[in-house]
């Protein structure tokens, strides 16, 4: 399997058709789509089909990234979203550490990046090159937003958390790990997540 699709995260949910126009997904993005499905945008691209339609979505991901966003409101939206994650996915014992969901994780660094490419992607170009997070956090830290130091700190605790959760997604097993595991990349990532997302 090469990509999982949730056919529920349709925008009219489950019952929903199952492709749409891209005018009908162009006038959903602009005036319906939630900034979590913005937040979706900035890692979406096209992988295979006609040429004509790639182009046609890379217009319409090119206009929504771009837009003039509040960035209070944005983090606040962001920070929201990231929060009721942590809340339903993470760990439930104590002793144990959702790589992707908990506090510290992959799924804090994906929104750091989502956030900073939804806030500053109008201002600079090079955060619609790449859908990739390793890419991204170097083109997030030539904006200012992250120094260079803390970009690479969060891509290779990106690296370490991906890397083990390969091996375990091979082994048929969840992304958890003990809570010692990953201490101190785990309270880095924190850190940053205190002082970009709710400073």
């Given amino acids: 399997m090469l990509y999982e699709v949730d056919t529920r995260l349709r925008p009219s949910g489950k019952s929903g058709l199952l492709t749409t126009s891209v005018d009908a ?3 959903y993005q602009r005036n319906q789509a939630w900034t979590w499905e913005h937040q979706a945008l900035t890692r979406a691209r096209v992988v295979a089909g006609d040429v004509k339609l790639r182009d ?3 217009r319409v991901r090119r206009e929504i990234l771009t837009r003039s966003r509040d960035e209070e409101a944005l983090r606040e939206d962001v920070r929201h979203m990231r929060e009721r994650m942590r809340e339903q996915l993470g760990a439930k014992k104590s002793d144990q550490f959702d790589v992707k969901q908990d506090r510290g994780g992959i799924a804090d660094i994906e929104f750091m990046v989502q956030y900073g490419v939804l806030a500053k992607a109008g201002r600079h170009s090079g955060l619609l090159q790449y859908t990739d997070n390793i890419r991204l956090l170097d083109e997030l830290s030539q904006t200012g937003w992250l120094s260079a130091e803390e970009a ?3 891509a290779d605790a990106y690296r370490a958390y991906r890397s083990y959760v390969h ?3 091979l082994q048929e097993q969840r992304a958890m790990a003990d809570t010692s595991a990953f201490a101190e990349l785990r ?3 924190a850190a940053l997540w205190q002082r970009l997302m709710e400073a």
């Fill in 187 to 189: 309270q880095s990532v």
């Fill in 167 to 169: 091996k375990l997604t």
């Fill in 56 to 58: 046609a979505f890379d």
């Fill in 152 to 154: 690479e700190l969060l």
């Fill in 25 to 27: 997904f162009a006038d």
